[in-house]
């Protein structure tokens, strides 16, 4: 049984939709307390206000014809009016004495109040009303005393009273009834509270399994909207695409991780053979020196992709440095061009260059020189022999817009938005080039050129060629530039 009570409480007032439930009962309370005594006040001044109307106008009645009336006529009179009247009739005289009584006696001693009463209405009080028990008691008697004049001069006084027990029952029935619905609103109420809270939570235990289910491993796991709670939907559609980027984060990080241990692993396999192999038997130094520049270019390769990882970590965390430092965009990039001269002759692939002189922008040179190594080494890979790589810029406001575009087989459309991706090539095929053939060059390039506050994309149909665009700031609209431009303005000495 006490196990019961305390799953009880627990339940009632220690869950949101308990609490609820016993809140909507309290302000029910609270409303129908209220109004019943407001109800009770308003019907008894109303009752009590009419009942004594009837008194005083019984009162008026009876001392009129008594007024009228001689003395010898007056018991003929009070006997007639008591024969009709429901209640107490008393006629009291100067001295005290009951002259006639009909019902309770009124004018005893322990009638303090009715007593008070009588000396009033002889003082020259016209009507005086008085009441000998509690408004609530059935026993109760709403009681009129009205003087009788003869000849200007009060000689008794007449008493009516009449009984409130009718009224006492009708207030009891009353509240019998309004309690028993009170009760029933209460109760309905709470049930109506209760079923709300319920209804209102069921998003909330829909949204706790989902989060008990994401941090079990579960990250597919996503919570539907019900269309009708706004303020619900909107914590739903934040919540899943939180659950989307954790999902996608979680998914590019195990890739991540899955891809460099691939092409990390490789490169360490060959090496640790090439090792053994030359540990097996002596060699002559030739053979050792051709096996350490072989070693060494397989360090190497895995140096470029350690590096690679290092530079896209250092960008994930935000703490990939770019100097701010004037470039000089235009001659940065027939550089980059011609050094890829040689190795596109080697194809027959020619190369079209048409950048205007004057383009600075700021940040890191050597970052910015490896973007476009990149580019141009990527349209080398995929374009074809005796076909064109166009290289050009364009300034345009206070941007400029470089352009690498081959004549390959392009990209599909649903490669596109994965191309800029980590370890993702869009022929699905690991190449054993050194530096970018791990399949991070286009990942850095984008993390570089955001770095740079710029953008970069593709534009690319199968089989028309591909079109990487580069934006970037000109350095005209770097606020550090444009300081320290003007610094060495005024810092130059005049003639």
Same mark, same amino acid.
């Given at each position: 049984m006490?196990?019961?009570?305390?799953?009880?409480?627990?339940?009632?007032?220690?869950?949101f939709r308990?609490r609820?439930?016993? %809140?909507?009962?309290a302000?029910e309370?609270?409303?129908?307390l209220?109004a019943?005594?407001?109800?009770?006040?308003?019907?008894?001044? !109303?009752?009590?206000q009419?009942?004594d109307?009837?008194?005083?106008?019984d009162?008026?009645?009876?001392?009129?014809?008594?007024?009228?009336a001689?003395?010898?006529?007056?018991?003929?009179? #009070?006997?007639?009016?008591?024969?009709h009247?429901?209640?107490?009739?008393?006629?009291v005289?100067?001295e005290? +004495?009951?002259? &006639?009584?009909?019902g309770?006696? #009124?004018a005893?001693?322990?009638?303090?109040?009715?007593a008070?009463?009588i000396?009033?209405?002889?003082?020259?009080?016209s009507?005086?009303f008085?009441?000998?028990?509690?408004?609530?008691r059935?026993?109760?008697?709403?009681? +009129? *005393?009205?003087?009788i004049?003869?000849?200007? !001069?009060?000689i008794?006084?007449? /008493?009516?009273?009449?009984?409130t %027990?009718?009224?006492?029952k009708f207030?009891k029935?009353?509240?019998?009834i309004g309690g $028993?619905?009170? #009760?029933?609103?209460m109760l309905?109420?709470?049930?109506?509270?209760?079923?709300m809270?319920?209804?209102?939570?069921?998003?909330?235990?829909?949204?706790?399994? $989902? +989060?008990?289910a994401?941090?079990?491993?579960?990250?597919?796991r996503?919570?539907?909207?019900?269309?009708?709670?706004?303020?619900?939907d909107?914590?739903?559609?934040s919540?899943?695409?939180?659950?989307v980027c954790?999902?996608?984060? &979680?998914?590019?990080?195990?890739?991540f991780v899955s891809?460099? %241990?691939?092409e990390?692993?490789?490169p360490i396999?060959i090496?640790?053979?090439?090792?053994?192999v030359?540990?097996l038997?002596?060699?002559?130094?030739?053979e050792?020196?051709?096996?350490?520049?072989?070693?060494?270019?397989?360090?190497n390769?895995?140096?470029?992709?350690?590096?690679?990882?290092?530079?896209?970590a250092?960008?994930?965390?935000?703490?990939?440095?770019?100097?701010q430092?004037?470039?000089d965009?235009s001659?940065?990039l027939?550089?980059?061009?011609?050094?890829?001269?040689?190795l596109?002759?080697?194809?027959?692939?020619?190369?079209?260059?048409?950048?205007?002189?004057?383009?600075?922008?700021m940040g890191? !040179?050597?970052r910015?020189?490896?973007?476009?190594y990149?580019?141009?080494n990527?349209?080398?890979?995929?374009?074809?022999?005796?076909?064109?790589?166009?290289?050009s810029?364009m300034?345009e406001g206070?941007?400029?817009?470089?352009?690498v +575009?081959?004549?390959?087989a392009g *990209?599909? $459309?649903?490669?596109?938005?994965h191309?800029?991706?980590?370890f993702y090539?869009?022929?699905?095929?690991?190449?054993?080039?050194?530096?970018?053939?791990?399949?991070?060059?286009?990942? /850095?390039?984008?993390?570089?050129?955001?770095?740079?506050?710029?953008?970069?994309?593709?534009?690319? !149909?199968?089989?028309?060629?591909?079109?990487?665009q580069?934006v970037?700031p000109?350095? %005209?609209?770097?606020?550090d530039f444009?300081?320290?431009?003007?610094?060495? /303005?005024?810092?130059?000495?005049?003639?």
């Amino acid at each position: 049984m006490k196990i019961k009570l305390n799953s009880l409480y627990n339940h009632l007032f220690r869950t949101f939709r308990g609490r609820l439930a016993m %809140s909507y009962i309290a302000v029910e309370f609270m409303i129908l307390l209220i109004a019943a005594v407001l109800i009770y006040s308003f019907l008894s001044v !109303q009752i009590y206000q009419e009942v004594d109307e009837e008194l005083f106008h019984d009162a008026e009645q009876l001392v009129e014809s008594l007024e009228h009336a001689p003395k010898e006529a007056w018991p003929f009179h #009070l006997q007639s009016f008591a024969t009709h009247y429901r209640g107490v009739v008393q006629l009291v005289n100067r001295e005290g +004495a009951i002259l &006639f009584n009909v019902g309770e006696e #009124l004018a005893g001693h322990d009638k303090e109040d009715v007593a008070h009463a009588i000396l009033d209405a002889f003082s020259g009080n016209s009507t005086v009303f008085v009441s000998t028990r509690g408004l609530l008691r059935q026993d109760n008697l709403r009681v +009129a *005393v009205m003087p009788i004049r003869i000849q200007n !001069q009060i000689i008794s006084v007449a /008493i009516l009273a009449r009984t409130t %027990s009718d009224i006492q029952k009708f207030f009891k029935l009353l509240y019998m009834i309004g309690g $028993a619905l009170g #009760l029933l609103s209460m109760l309905i109420s709470g049930l109506v509270g209760y079923r709300m809270a319920r209804r209102s939570l069921r998003p909330i235990n829909d949204i706790t399994d $989902a +989060a008990q289910a994401v941090s079990n491993g579960d990250l597919s796991r996503r919570l539907k909207t019900s269309g009708h709670d706004q303020e619900i939907d909107v914590l739903i559609e934040s919540l899943n695409k939180m659950f989307v980027c954790l999902e996608d984060n &979680f998914n590019s990080q195990k890739r991540f991780v899955s891809d460099t %241990s691939h092409e990390l692993r490789h490169p360490i396999t060959i090496l640790k053979g090439e090792i053994e192999v030359a540990l097996l038997q002596e060699r002559s130094p030739e053979e050792y020196k051709a096996l350490l520049k072989q070693l060494f270019a397989i360090s190497n390769r895995m140096q470029h992709i350690v590096n690679d990882m290092l530079t896209l970590a250092q960008a994930d965390a935000g703490t990939l440095e770019i100097p701010q430092e004037k470039v000089d965009l235009s001659l940065l990039l027939q550089e980059v061009g011609q050094d890829h001269l040689m190795l596109f002759s080697k194809r027959n692939i020619h190369l079209e260059m048409d950048i205007p002189e004057n383009l600075e922008i700021m940040g890191d !040179q050597h970052r910015i020189e490896r973007v476009f190594y990149n580019l141009l080494n990527n349209a080398f890979r995929y374009a074809p022999e005796a076909s064109t790589v166009t290289l050009s810029a364009m300034s345009e406001g206070e941007r400029v817009i470089i352009r690498v +575009a081959d004549q390959g087989a392009g *990209v599909s $459309a649903k490669a596109r938005p994965h191309l800029f991706e980590r370890f993702y090539r869009a022929d699905d095929a690991r190449t054993n080039q050194q530096g970018e053939g791990a399949g991070l060059g286009l990942a /850095i390039c984008k993390h570089i050129i955001l770095a740079h506050q710029g953008k970069i994309s593709i534009q690319s !149909q199968p089989n028309e060629g591909a079109v990487f665009q580069v934006v970037l700031p000109l350095s %005209s609209v770097n606020p550090d530039f444009s300081k320290r431009l003007q610094n060495i /303005i005024r810092e130059k000495p005049t003639n």
